[in-house]
């Protein structure tokens, strides 16, 4: 699986989730950063996001090797969400997807 992008250690990040109005169920969003050798794993991020609402996770990016994001959309036509990945305010990844996905993010000092 290629890597889509570049987060930089200490900087911002925001993950924007938008569901279709049309979507025949909610999409499960899960993230998580793979921790450095020698330091603890950080809590995924688990987040149901139902037809036709929008979610914003943000942060600081951690001290990490990867950043890994998944989307399971439901069963049916019209499932489909709008995914902004930005650092410090800046689209590194941005795309409608209409099947379930897994983009990959490496970390850097």
Do not use: C
Not at 6 to 13: R, V
Not at 14 to 36: H, K, Q, T, Y
């Amino acid at each position: 699986m290629p890597i889509l992008g570049t987060f930089l250690i200490g900087h911002q990040y925001e993950i924007r989730v938008d569901s279709a109005p049309a979507s025949p169920g909610s999409s499960a969003l899960v993230f998580g950063w793979v921790p450095n050798p020698g330091l603890p794993p950080t809590t995924p991020v688990v987040d149901l996001i139902p037809p036709g609402i929008g979610r914003l996770h943000a942060g600081v990016v951690p001290s990490a090797q990867m950043m890994i994001l998944e989307v399971d959309l439901p069963n049916g036509p019209n499932a489909s969400v709008t995914i902004t990945v930005s650092q410090d305010g800046a689209p590194i990844k941005s795309e409608v997807m209409t099947n379930d996905f897994r983009w990959l993010f490496s970390v850097v000092p």
